[in-house]
């Protein structure tokens, strides 16, 4: 008769107890990997954007600061007219199309209530508060963050980036620099005009449709307002013009692949470009409005 005991499973993870719940550190390793190796993309990402915007902003007190460093003016000129004059256009006939939209769209309901006159009251807030450094930015995307990024992925395709600094003539300085100045400057610009064509569109339906007198349309218009709210606007046009410039130079810089390599920067610049808009103006419009500035 055989006395030996039962062989008792072994659990994985040393323990004799079939009642205890087996551990798993495997699968708990790789529930951390799955969520690390995004989070540390995500970071670096972050941390490569502010490292690029920290090093244009030293440049730039340098060249304040030192009548021997310069950043590269010419550049900054070209980009000014390149960026600014040739997307004015484009901003005005967009931002005139959503004044036109706002006015009639709000018109009906509000004619319901007999508060027809209180539309130049929402397009001056909607407008200077929200739409228009949005509008502003969304096309300015397109217009130049897409070719920032692409001109500086052709550049280094062709290695005149490694030109560049075997020349000992800093990157960011000469090509970095003019773009995000000019960007952040020609954003703020071409927001206020694309402002005053939203308020101007809506003035013209106001008046010669739903009849609303033009000295009560101005008078609505600037009651409503107030320095808070064309501050606001400004401000959110400047930080938009930085992030759209230094998203573009951040991934026309890293281009490789050849062609594709420049297609693809393109896309993940327009594309972050807009996602980042979007995302810091809620975290604006949500401090300003914690802040008391509604």
Not at 1 to 29: H, K, Y
Request: with cysteine; proline share 6%; hydrophobic share 55%.
């Amino acid at each position: 008769m055989n006395d030996a005991p039962e062989p008792v499973d072994e659990v994985p993870g040393g323990s004799a107890d079939p009642d205890s719940p087996p551990p798993r550190p495997r699968r708990a390793l790789a529930v951390l990997d799955r969520l690390g190796a995004p989070l540390n993309r995500g970071l670096g990402y972050l941390g490569g954007l502010a490292v690029l915007v920290a090093e244009s902003v030293r440049w730039l007190y340098r060249s304040a600061i030192r009548r021997q460093v310069r950043f590269g003016r010419p550049a900054f000129y070209a980009q000014l007219v390149r960026l600014g004059l040739r997307s004015v256009l484009v901003v005005s006939l967009v931002s005139a199309c959503i004044g036109f939209i706002l006015a009639m769209q709000m018109a009906p309901p509000l004619e319901d209530f007999g508060q027809v006159e209180t539309v130049p009251n929402i397009i001056a807030i909607a407008v200077f508060r929200e739409l228009g450094p949005l509008i502003a930015a969304v096309v300015l995307t397109g217009f130049a963050g897409a070719a920032i990024a692409a001109e500086l992925g052709t550049m280094v395709v062709g290695e005149e980036i490694e030109a560049l600094e075997a020349h000992a003539l800093n990157p960011i300085r000469f090509l970095v620099l003019p773009r995000l100045l000019a960007t952040t400057i020609a954003m703020v610009v071409v927001c206020l005009i694309g402002e005053l064509m939203a308020i101007s569109a809506g003035w013209a339906i106001g008046v010669w449709v739903l009849d609303i007198p033009t000295w009560v349309y101005y008078r609505n218009t600037v009651e409503q307002l107030s320095l808070a709210d064309l501050l606001t606007g400004l401000w959110k046009a400047a930080f938009f013009g930085m992030l759209i410039a230094s998203i573009a130079c951040y991934h026309g810089l890293r281009v490789t692949g050849g062609a594709a390599g420049v297609g693809r920067a393109t896309t993940l610049t327009v594309v972050h470009s807009i996602t980042a808009i979007i995302f810091s103006d809620l975290l604006f419009t949500s401090l300003f409005y914690a802040l008391g500035w509604h």
